[in-house]
């Protein structure tokens, strides 16, 4: 196991290694940010004074030595358009994010399993049918367009929900978030529902399929056989079963509806940090890209280290050290 | 149990459904862009100067029109050719409760080369020498030569109190601890991309603002500003996109503003010896650039049809340029009258040039800069399709656009420029002057325009301190690099602010700025 773990940290920089080069690279292919921000009144005097001062000047490799070094101290950079620490900024934003996708998570689990074990299990009747097709629509239409309409029905014509922002936000256990306050859930409701569409629909459909298939087993007829009740041979035997394509499902998913945020983010405007690196790359600023994307890795790997540790629970065929 | 979780739960749907409370001395305001930090010394970014003048008053006020007015200095006249003499207010209060003075502002000078960022605010003090402290009330600014737009640029010179640190600690003015200063409004709290959220400052020397409190609220995205707006969580928005503009104008519960902006779509064509991407014609590159014959670019300029620009592509938001600046500003010269659309006087013009077949050149634009930017881009190269010319029509996002015309590699672009200061130095000067890294003129300059007669009359402007012989120099230094059509000037963009109805009273502003203390409570 702890092999197995240093195994994927050793990884992980790799791939952090690689994301910082492929950033510097990028954004120096575009050009010099001092182009993007200047001020258009300002002389070729300012402007040059501006490339030394941040070291714009010098070659390639330089400026990411340099970065290196600054990262080994412990020094992420100071954004150039905010001038306050990256780390800083990217944290005060990261709550927001991290909280929205956590509700968004628990709503496409807790509709969309329970949805797909009932479509599965009675997959001719009608409502099994209804839940299929809008299943479809979950990950067929856009996000962004599907949150328009939910902001015009709710906030704009019903007028029940905030059409956007964070709202009143509590601490809780030194953390700040929104989700302790009852104007907080108000807020984070609507945005959270949106961006667990894509994933409900995911799992709706994995379930169903795993299912219909478990129910036509050999060891779901013994059960029946045996006269167990349905709700046990359902919940004890064949969600086992069918949860392993899930649970990967779920990890990969948890991974892009972070992703998927930026979106749904800039619908409702939703203060995270999605807006943020939208922004920051629009500005070619460095510093946050260059953090933003390295957090992102990390939270990659982690889901995914997280994915497997949960594997072997599942099934203990599945070995973490030999096994894979 | 259950009952009493039933009861709670359904006290907290209700208290959900309850729409938030209004209070009529608020103002909630929608904006699509808000300030990078609340030191006013670090950044020239329009929408940083527009929320920062809330809190710090500048030396020089502009009104509505963007022309001089008084702000915390009440009068200035240069008192010879290198000096300014400025006096100041009297009475005026820090949000401290500290007295304003000369200090202060001599301090805020000096501070600036100390503390500024990317987008560099020395631009503001760049012919500043010396700063004399005379009496309390009165300053003398010595300049590095003759200064004559001084006062212009003393603009956006935003005064902290001389008690401030001279480092950047942004976060000291983000948490509100340094962000102390004279305006109408004091700091309560700001996060990055978030809400700034202001308080009415009680001393304020100038006219009592109507709002007690203020939330200027980052919205980015046009669309979710809309339904900010039309749920209610708004009171106003600014930059209302033209599509909802035409929607807003039948409903009854929203009032619409709307302004000249001083940002115009200007066409640059590159009149270099050899033009950075080859103009071809069959394929074969062209000798010479066609683009250095002035009858070429009067055909381009001929064959534009602002009237269609306007009303179809821009949707009525807009109105056509005939020069680079609007009407009024100071320089602007009232000889050029509007620009003819005439397509067979351009292919005649284009014939005559040697050209009867045309040729294919690439023209490039920005499409996020601002609204309509790649649409005008799209409809100008099917404009010039008629002409007979083939256009490659690029629009690009700024990030990629802006570092590759610095780099000059653009043949023909298309992108927009607003004259800040309202007067021909700021713009002429960076556009169409010939480079002159020395003076700090031509800095914008990437068509290699270079017109001596254009430089001379322009540069004598430069030098003349009386305000109307100045004037008449950039009147006629304007026309003529109009004439030349050393840049192209196509529509001017207007600006549409929305607000409902029953709170707000707004009076737009050509340079877009949305002041809260300048919008009154609706009657």
């Known amino acids: 196991m702890l092999g197995f773990l240093v195994q994927r940290l050793l990884q992980a920089v790799v791939v952090i290694f690689a994301m910082s080069i492929i950033v510097f690279l990028g954004v120096y292919a575009i050009g010099n940010p001092i182009d993007v921000m200047i001020d258009p009144g300002a002389t070729q005097a300012i402007r040059q004074k501006l490339i030394e001062q941040y070291g714009l000047d010098q070659p390639l490799w330089q400026q990411y030595l340099t970065f290196l070094t600054n990262v080994v101290h412990g020094d992420l950079g100071t954004s150039m358009v905010y001038n306050v620490s990256v780390i800083k900024l990217v944290f005060s934003r990261l709550p927001a994010t991290v909280e929205l996708v956590f509700v968004a998570v628990m709503i496409a689990t807790l509709i969309g399993i329970p949805a797909g074990i009932y479509a599965g299990y009675r997959p001719n009747s009608i409502p099994a049918k209804a839940i299929m097709a809008l299943s479809v629509l979950g990950f067929s239409v856009p996000t962004f367009w599907i949150g328009m309409l939910l902001v015009m029905a709710f906030a704009v014509n019903l007028g029940w929900l905030p059409s956007g922002g964070r709202g009143d936000v509590g601490s809780l256990f030194s953390l700040q978030t929104s989700l302790v306050t009852l104007d907080g859930w108000r807020h984070v409701i609507m945005p959270a529902f949106n961006l667990s569409l894509f994933m409900m629909g995911l799992l709706i459909r994995l379930t169903r399929a795993g299912m219909v298939e478990a129910m036509q087993t050999d060891y779901v007829k013994f059960a029946r056989a045996q006269g167990l009740p349905d709700r046990q041979i359902v919940f004890r035997h064949v969600l086992r079963n069918i949860s392993i394509p899930i649970v990967t499902v779920f990890g990969l998913e948890l991974g892009s509806t972070l992703a998927f945020a930026v979106v749904t983010e800039s619908v409702f405007n939703w203060p995270g940090v999605g807006k943020l690196i939208i922004d920051s790359i629009l500005q070619l600023d460095r510093p946050v890209m260059v953090t933003y994307l390295i957090l992102v890795v990390i939270l990659f790997v982690l889901i995914n280290l997280v994915v497997d540790v949960i594997y072997a629970q599942l099934d203990p065929r599945v070995r973490l050290k030999g096994g894979k | ?523």
């Open chain 2, 1 to 523: 149990m259950t009952k009493s979780f039933l009861r709670s739960a359904v006290t907290a749907l209700a208290i959900m459904a309850a729409a938030p409370a209004v209070y009529a001395d608020d103002l909630i305001i929608g904006l699509r862009a808000g300030p990078d930090s609340i030191d006013p010394h670090w950044s020239t970014l329009g929408s940083q100067a527009e929320a920062l003048r809330h809190i710090y008053d500048t030396v020089v006020d502009v009104d509505d029109k963007l022309q001089l007015k008084p702000g915390l200095a009440v009068s200035w006249e240069p008192i010879d050719d290198t000096t300014w003499e400025f006096k100041l207010r009297e009475g005026v209060k820090f949000h401290d409760g500290s007295d304003f003075t000369a200090e202060d502002v001599k301090f805020s000078i000096e501070r600036i080369p100390e503390v500024t960022g990317p987008m560099p605010m020395t631009l503001y003090t760049k012919y500043v020498d010396s700063v004399e402290v005379v009496d309390d009330y009165t300053l003398r600014v010595h300049t590095k030569g003759m200064a004559p737009a001084l006062p212009n640029d003393f603009t956006r010179l935003f005064v902290v109190s001389d008690g401030t640190s001279m480092e950047a600690r942004n976060e000291e003015f983000n948490s509100g601890e340094a962000a102390i200063g004279t305006g109408p409004y004091k700091f309560v709290s700001w996060e990055p991309k978030g809400d700034l959220v202001l308080e009415r400052f009680d001393d304020y020397w100038g006219e009592e603002p109507a709002w007690e409190k203020v939330i200027r609220r980052e919205i980015p995205d046009d669309a979710a500003r809309v339904a900010a707006l039309r749920s209610g969580d708004v009171d106003m928005i600014n930059y209302v996109p033209a599509s909802d503009y035409l929607a807003f104008q039948n409903d009854d519960s929203l009032e619409t503003f709307i302004s000249d902006s001083i940002y115009i779509l200007n066409i640059a064509p590159s009149v270099k010896d050899e033009e950075p991407q080859p103009i071809t014609v069959n394929g074969e590159p062209v000798d010479g650039n066609p683009l250095q014959d002035l009858r070429v670019r009067k055909a381009l300029d001929l064959a534009i049809n602002r009237d269609v620009l306007v009303n179809v592509v821009l949707e009525g938001l807009g109105n056509p340029a005939n020069q680079l600046m609007p009407e009024g500003f100071f320089g602007y010269s009232e000889e050029l009258g509007p620009r003819e659309y005439d397509i067979e006087q351009a292919k005649a013009l284009l014939a005559e040039a040697g050209y009867p077949d045309g040729f294919e050149i690439d023209f490039t634009c920005t499409n996020n800069r601002v609204p309509g930017d790649a649409v005008v881009c799209e409809a100008l190269a099917q404009m010039w399709a008629r002409l007979g010319l083939k256009v490659n029509a690029q629009a690009l996002n700024g990030t990629v656009f802006f570092p590759a015309a610095a780099r000059e590699e653009y043949t023909m672009t298309m992108s927009a420029w607003g004259t800040l200061t309202g007067e021909a130095a700021y713009t002429y000067g960076a556009l169409t002057h010939t480079k002159d890294a020395e003076k700090g003129f031509g800095n914008f300059n990437r068509t290699g325009y270079s017109n001596p007669e254009f430089d001379k009359v322009f540069d004598e402007g430069t030098q003349t301190l009386d305000a109307e012989a100045r004037k008449k120099l950039y009147e006629e230094a304007s026309y003529i690099a109009m004439e030349d059509r050393a840049l192209i000037p196509t529509v001017i963009l207007q600006t549409v602010w929305a607000a409902d109805k029953d709170t707000v009273e707004i009076t737009p502003r050509v340079d877009q700025e949305t002041r809260a203390y300048e919008i009154k409570p609706a009657k």
